[in-house]
């Protein structure tokens, strides 16, 4: 099973940035889809961005669209999220997840992935 490290989270203040990376430990992660999803305590996980095997179709969950974006770069195995005008909300443990089974649209549901990291912790400060 692929392996998938997400890092680049921290404590940022409100209206602040952090890029979110995603590195998988094989080559087959750039003939997939990926998305990220977050899951803030006490909730349940949330879609915030997918990309599909090129990076030619994004989607982003509406509480982030305009702010995030997803991008890729296969020679390198990695998915980046670009995270922008952070807000408190925004607070949550941030997963990638790769969905082999799917190349041109990232799912919004974690079940349709086949593995996901441990996470990165991004903290947000009012």
């Known amino acids: 099973q692929v392996q998938l490290v997400e890092s680049g989270g921290g404590l940022v203040q409100a209206g602040g940035s952090l890029r979110l990376s995603c590195v998988a430990s094989e080559r087959r992660f750039g003939s997939c889809a990926v998305g990220w999803f977050r899951q803030a305590p006490g909730k349940e996980h949330e879609f915030v961005a997918g990309?599909?095997?090129?990076?030619?179709?994004?989607n982003y969950a509406d509480p982030v669209k305009g702010r995030y974006t997803i991008s890729r770069d296969n020679d390198k195995n990695t998915v980046y999220l670009q995270m922008n005008s952070l807000k408190p909300e925004d607070t949550a443990v941030y997963y990638c997840?790769?969905?082999?089974?799917?190349?041109?649209?990232?799912?919004?549901?974690?079940?349709?992935?086949?593995?996901w990291g441990q996470g990165t912790q991004v903290t947000v400060s009012s």
């Open positions: 997840a790769a969905d082999f089974k799917q190349l041109w649209r990232a799912s919004i549901y974690l079940s349709d992935y086949d593995s």
């Open positions: 990309i599909n095997w090129d990076g030619g179709h994004t």
